[in-house]
């Protein structure tokens, strides 16, 4: 687990970046890491608290800088196929560190948002467009990260955690709409919080914030992958057709893996 917090603004400032990332820090004790850019009059802030996991050594170490230079990531998560896409994807890349954090960010680098959905795993990330001044927010398939973000139609603030957002906005209002949702069913439904104007990113989705030429600060939600496309409405009600459809899936699968060289042992099961 580690920890994420950022903003787009025009007048949050270092120090508070500091004091967001920091009120997360039980999630990333290993390390912390900061950016701050001021791009025609807007703050860009990424924090990143770190728990290593993957490589231990510094080359690892978060806000990470694209090869080049054009994006910075922040990053909480792990990709469980990160060294079948850096074989598959990549040819004569000097890699300059043994983790998946790199993997992501060079993926979005050469091949943009539609690299979300090759991730095999789980995350919450942030990346800086130096040149566009774009921030991109993405969140894997079904949610398992968290990535919580306040928006009022002037500034975009973002977090693993709301705490580090009320660090920065203090004067956050109750939606008291939502509390009958959370006494029915024991929690708040996806995209409300408990506050007013703080959302929660949806799974399987990525969000673009950019300056309009008008200069309004302009979100943009879209989905790169949706459960519902992968559930058939359709009730299998017998053995037979349950086995035929999971030998098909499984056949499936293979195929996949090959595409990435990552097929089982031929003496390992299908599945």
């Known amino acids: 687990m580690c920890g994420i917090a950022g903003f787009f603004s025009k007048k949050y400032t270092e120090d508070q970046l500091w004091t967001a990332t920091g009120s997360i820090s039980h999630r990333g004790p290993d390390g912390e890491g900061f950016f701050f850019q001021v791009a025609d009059g807007w703050n860009a802030g990424l924090g990143h608290r770190r728990l290593a996991i993957i490589d231990l050594t510094a080359a690892a170490d978060q806000p990470?800088?694209?090869?080049?230079?054009?994006?910075?990531?922040?990053?909480?998560?792990?990709i469980y196929n990160y060294k079948e896409i850096r074989n598959s994807k990549f040819s004569n890349v000097s890699w300059r560190s043994s983790g998946d954090t790199e993997v992501?960010?060079?993926?979005?680098?050469?091949?943009?948002?539609?690299?979300?959905?090759?991730?095999?795993?789980?995350f919450a990330l942030a990346i800086w467009d130096a040149q566009t001044h774009k921030i991109t927010l993405a969140r894997d398939h079904v949610g398992i990260k968290p990535l919580y973000y306040y928006y009022d139609g002037n500034e975009l603030i973002f977090s693993s955690e709301i705490k580090a957002i009320?660090?920065?906005?203090?004067?956050?209002?109750?939606?008291?709409?939502?509390?009958?949702?959370?006494?029915?069913?024991?929690?708040?439904?996806h995209p409300y919080t408990i506050y007013n104007h703080v959302s929660k990113l949806s799974a399987g989705a990525y969000m673009e914030a950019s300056v309009s030429a008008q200069g309004k600060l302009l979100i943009s939600e879209k989905s790169f992958w949706k459960i519902q496309d992968k559930i058939s409405g359709k009730v299998i009600c017998d053995e037979l057709s349950a086995q035929k459809q999971l030998d098909i899936l499984c056949l499936q699968q293979r195929r996949d893996a090959l595409s990435y060289g990552t097929a089982p042992h031929p003496t390992s099961e299908p599945w």
Request: one cysteine or more.
């Open 166 to 189: 009320k660090t920065i906005k203090k004067e956050l209002s109750i939606n008291y709409s939502v509390i009958p949702s959370f006494l029915h069913v024991g929690y708040i439904p």
């Open 104 to 122: 992501v960010l060079e993926s979005f680098a050469k091949y943009g948002p539609s690299c979300f959905e090759w991730l095999n795993g789980m």
């Open 64 to 78: 990470m800088k694209s090869h080049c230079g054009r994006y910075t990531m922040i990053f909480n998560g792990e």
